[in-house]
C-alpha cells in the first residue's frame, strides 16, 4: 500500500513568490491534514481537510490556504512568502471519521516526507 | 504556557540503555496523548498513544501518564543504535488535530 506522497520533496522560491504543495493521501484515506515544522516552533498545525471541506483550521495567517479533491488529494498554497515561511511542510493522511478502529479516534495520522520550502 | 512541553535535548546515551523522555501539559483535561517518532529526513510515524493514566507497554516500549503531575514519558528498554530519532509527545485536540511538543532528538551510540 503507497504512503503519503508529497511534491515537490524541496524547492526555493524568493521573498513575494508564491508556492503550492500537493499531497496525496493512502488510499481511501479521505482526511488529510497540514503541518509547518521548523527547529524553533517544532510541529504546528495548518488545517485539516475532510470531503473537500475544511474542517480545522491552526493559528497560520491568510496567506496560507489550502484544498481539496474529489479524490481527496490536497493542495496548500503560501502567497507572499516570507523568509519565516522556511520549513518543512508536512501532510498527514487518515481515515477521517464515520470509521471504526483506533485509527478514527485515537488521530493516527500518517505523515509523508514533507516538502522542504527554503525563502530566500 | 504550551499545552505540550518538551525538552528539546539533544539527548545522547550508550546502546543498551534505559532511555527516559518526558513531556509535560498544561490542562488536567486532556486525556489522548500519543508519542511519534522521526527520523532524520522523514515524516514523523506513530509509535504508541495513550489514553488518560497509567502504562502501556508495546514490546521495548512504554509509556505512561501521570495526570497527577501533568507528566507524559516515554521509556525505551535495551535500547538500539536504530532507535536514534526524535521523539515527539502529542495531545489530540480534535478532528485529526494534534498538539506536538518540540521533540526530542535521542542518539543511540554502539
Known amino acids: 500500500k503507497a504512503g503519503v506522497t508529497q511534491t515537490p520533496r524541496y524547492l526555493i522560491k524568493t521573498r513575494g513568490q508564491q508556492v503550492t504543495l500537493s499531497c496525496s493521501p493512502i488510499?481511501?484515506?479521505?482526511?488529510v491534514s497540514w503541518y509547518q515544522q521548523t527547529p524553533g516552533q517544532g510541529l504546528q498545525f495548518l488545517f485539516e481537510?475532510?470531503?473537500?471541506?475544511?474542517?480545522n483550521k491552526g493559528n497560520f495567517p491568510g496567506r496560507f490556504s489550502g484544498r481539496q479533491f474529489s479524490n481527496s488529494r490536497s493542495e496548500m498554497n503560501v502567497s507572499t512568502l516570507e523568509l519565516g515561511d522556511s520549513a518543512l511542510y508536512l501532510c498527514?493522511?487518515?481515515?477521517?471519521?464515520?470509521?471504526?478502529?483506533?485509527?478514527?479516534?485515537?488521530?493516527?495520522?500518517?505523515f509523508g516526507e514533507g516538502s522542504r520550502l527554503t525563502v530566500l | 504556557q504550551k499545552e505540550v512541553e518538551q525538552d528539546p535535548g539533544p539527548l545522547s546515551v550508550p546502546e543498551g540503555a534505559i532511555v527516559s523522555l518526558n513531556c509535560t501539559y498544561s490542562?488536567?483535561?486532556?486525556?489522548?496523548f500519543m508519542w511519534y517518532r522521526q527520523y532524520s529526513r522523514k515524516g514523523p510515524e506513530l509509535l504508541m498513544y495513550?489514553?488518560?493514566?497509567g502504562n502501556k507497554e508495546d514490546g521495548r516500549f512504554t509509556a505512561q501518564v501521570d495526570k497527577s503531575s501533568k507528566y507524559i514519558s516515554l521509556f525505551i528498554r535495551d535500547s538500539q543504535p536504530s532507535d536514534s530519532a526524535t521523539y515527539l509527545c502529542?495531545?489530540?485536540?480534535?478532528?485529526?488535530?494534534?498538539?506536538f511538543g518540540q521533540g526530542t532528538r535521542l542518539t543511540i551510540n554502539p
Open positions: 498527514a493522511s487518515s481515515l477521517g471519521p464515520g470509521t471504526s478502529g483506533r485509527s478514527a479516534l485515537a488521530g493516527e495520522l500518517f
Open positions: 488510499s481511501g484515506h479521505r482526511s
Open positions: 481537510y475532510f470531503s473537500e471541506t475544511q474542517r
Open positions: 490542562n488536567s483535561a486532556f486525556q489522548y
Open positions: 495513550t489514553y488518560s493514566s
Open positions: 502529542a495531545r489530540i485536540q480534535g478532528a485529526q488535530k494534534l498538539v
